[in-house]
Antibody, heavy 124, light 111 residues
Framework: QVQLQESGPGLVKPSETLSLTCTVS????????WSWIRQPPGKGLEWIGY???????NYNPSLKSRVTISVDTSKNQFSLKLSSVTAADTAVYYC??????????????????WGQGTLVTVSS | QSVLTQPPSVSGAPGQRVTISCTGS?????????VHWYQRLPGTAPKLLIY???NRPSGVPDRFSGSKSGTSASLAITGLQAEDEADYYC???????????FGGGTKLTVL
């Protein structure tokens, strides 16, 4: 059974960089896409971006200028960095495994495994 | 403003049938990209409920079913139970954004 666990600071100051890591267990990271999703308080889910184990990435256009997702296959981990954060970036951040479209591996399909989520608050 | 539109809330009595709609456009659902549904129980991570418009992962009761037509999709829940009270989200791919899109979520209340 694949399991994902987010880790990182729960409090980040405005204008600084939010950094989170997702550790994958029960399966290898060297397959599928790996993604970050967030949910601000009282709002819906927002896709942040995803990475393939080879390192190719795709980001939400609304966040693209501030987001970097990287992968460390030796540790079975992938990470999120979100720069220049504001209070609007306060959210529960989830990491998830993203399956590709079975007919076109370049197209993302659905999220089948999720981490429990971690609340990140942006405040001074 | 979510790319996919869902009603903010729906409700039903135990045993009843409810449906949740998910409306998109010609660059996502209407472009024949599949729709997937997630259930988020209070305080927990989202759980995959339906994938590929109509398919249920192992362990999901057959009370849950999905459908898709044109630029919309629907999630139907029959035999409503108190444990079904949760937030439900639809998700697809958008070719204009070249990425994943979610609906705004629908809160299901079991009366």
């Amino acid at each position: 059974q694949v399991q994902l666990q987010e880790s990182g600071p729960g409090l980040v100051k405005p204008s600084e960089t939010l950094s989170l890591t997702c550790t994958v267990s029960g399966g290898s990271i060297t397959s599928y896409y790996w993604s970050w999703i967030r949910q601000p308080p009282g709002k819906g889910l927002e896709w942040i971006g995803y990475i393939y184990y080879s390192g190719s990435t795709n980001y939400n256009p609304s966040l693209k200028s501030r987001v970097t997702i990287s992968v460390d296959t030796s540790k079975n981990q992938f990470s999120l960095k979100l720069s220049s954060v504001t209070a609007a970036d306060t959210a529960v951040y989830y990491c998830a495994r993203l399956r590709p479209n079975p007919f076109d591996w370049l197209i993302p399909y659905y999220f089948d495994y999720w981490g429990q989520g971690t609340l990140v608050t942006v405040s001074s | 403003q979510s790319v996919l539109t869902q009603p903010p809330s729906v409700s039903g009595a135990p045993g009843q049938r409810v449906t949740i709609s998910c409306t998109g456009s010609s660059s996502n659902i209407g472009a024949d990209y599949d729709v997937h549904w997630y259930q988020r129980l209070p305080g927990t991570a989202p759980k995959l409920l339906i994938y590929g418009n109509t398919n249920r992962p192992s362990g999901v009761p057959d009370r849950f079913s999905g459908s898709k037509s044109g630029t919309s999709a629907s999630l139907a829940i029959t035999g409503l139970q108190a444990e079904d009270e949760a937030d439900y989200y639809c998700q697809s791919y958008d070719s204009s954004l070249s990425g994943v899109v979610f609906g705004g979520g629908t809160k299901l209340t079991v009366l």
